[in-house]
């Protein structure tokens, strides 16, 4: 079946414009997950939704950033005003169910560059 | 807080040699222990993983991993590389917390394999 698929895979901007990030998880995958993959920073949580809430969105760097899931499956991570130091690839995951023995499959990963 | 430490930040081998990769890490209860692989260019990909029970878990593509909770390590252990095995490896706590999974990652291990 179809994997964790993530759109698009590169997007360069320039610094200041605003981006939209997609994921789209497993079907019927109720916990979805968002990670960003950085240099400096190594693999990083971000947000965890389960359904449509979003119970925890501790691991966002800054205002800038936000997170909406509809109808229980895709998902949009947006970047308002990017900086240079967003620059990372964004992974989503997604598990069926949101509990600690439940594996993440993640997706391929967007790669963005902020000029 | 919980952390993980991946000690190696390359490694290289020679096919057909053994592999250890290091994993220690630090959380209060008993954790929730991966190890992922990252491709060139691909998601991550799950080997193994860990909760409970037999402190030697078999994983994909021939990895194992022990538990020592004495040595709060969880180290990869492959008897002979292959030349597919050249990637990223993660090693990863699940950190409980509201009845979901959010994964904490170490820095990862690049492994190199000569022919």
């Known amino acids: 079946g179809a994997g964790v698929s993530q759109s698009p895979s590169n997007k360069v901007t320039e610094k200041g414009k605003d981006v939209e990030l997609r994921c789209d998880p497993i079907s019927g995958h109720t916990a979805l997950y968002w990670y960003r993959q950085s240099l400096g920073q190594g693999l990083e949580f971000l947000i965890y939704?389960?359904?449509?809430?979003?119970?925890?969105k501790s691991g966002l760097p800054s205002d800038r950033f936000s997170a909406e899931r509809t109808g229980g499956s895709v998902s949009t991570l947006t970047i308002q005003r990017t900086q240079q130091e967003d620059s990372a690839v964004y992974l989503c995951a997604s598990s069926p169910q949101a509990g600690g023995y439940n594996e993440q499959f993640f997706g391929p990963g967007t790669r963005l560059t902020v000029l | 807080a919980q952390s993980v430490t991946q000690p190696d930040i390359h490694i290289t081998v020679s096919e057909g040699a053994s592999l250890e990769l290091r994993c220690n890490y630090s959380y209060g209860a008993t954790p929730y222990l991966f190890w992922y692989v990252q491709s060139p260019g691909q998601g991550l990909q799950l080997l193994l993983k860990y909760f409970s029970g037999d402190t030697l878990v078999q994983g994909i593509k021939g990895f194992e991993a022990e538990f020592k909770r004495s040595q709060s390590s969880f180290n990869l252990r492959k008897p002979s590389v292959h030349w597919s095995d050249a990637a990223e490896y993660f090693c990863a706590v699940g950190s409980l917390s509201g009845g979901y999974n959010k994964l904490i990652f170490g820095a990862g291990t690049r492994l190199a394999v000569h022919p």
């Open positions: 939704f389960q359904g449509n809430s979003a119970p925890d």
